[in-house]
């Protein structure tokens, strides 16, 4: 069964730092490009960051660059956003998703979506 599974979300407060982690388990991230989207209360999913098949490509979108990174493990089989200076506009949902290619800002074909963890930045 093809799954993903994010973790690390939680609270925190401005200005501190989280790690996400998004786990796959039945296909090989080697081959697979992974996204992650968030979504807050009200508005739109919207991409944050991808990264390529190969790892060799990550795209961020412009309100968390400089913020956050995105990186592959292939030995665990695990993407992970790394995210320093949180503000509170970073308060949502965030999903990662097995995707056709990494682009951000267009539409991608997802393969499967993870189900989601929460991150509240709050004081």
């Known amino acids: 069964q093809l799954q993903l599974v994010e973790s690390g979300g939680g609270l925190v407060q401005p200005g501190g730092s989280l790690r996400l982690s998004c786990a796959a388990s039945g296909f090989t991230l080697d081959y697979s490009a992974i996204g992650w989207f968030r979504q807050a209360p009200g508005k739109e999913r919207e991409g944050v960051s991808c990264i390529s098949s190969s790892g060799g490509t990550t795209n961020y979108v412009d309100s968390v660059k400089g913020r956050f990174t995105i990186s592959k493990d292939k030995a665990k089989n695990t993407v992970s956003l790394q995210m320093n200076y949180l503000r509170p506009e970073d308060t949502a949902i965030y999903y990662c998703?097995?995707?056709?290619?990494?682009?951000?800002?267009?539409?991608?074909?997802?393969?499967?979506w993870g189900q989601g963890t929460q991150v509240t930045v709050s004081s």
């Open positions: 998703a097995h995707i056709k290619a990494c682009l951000l800002g267009v539409r991608v074909e997802v393969y499967s």
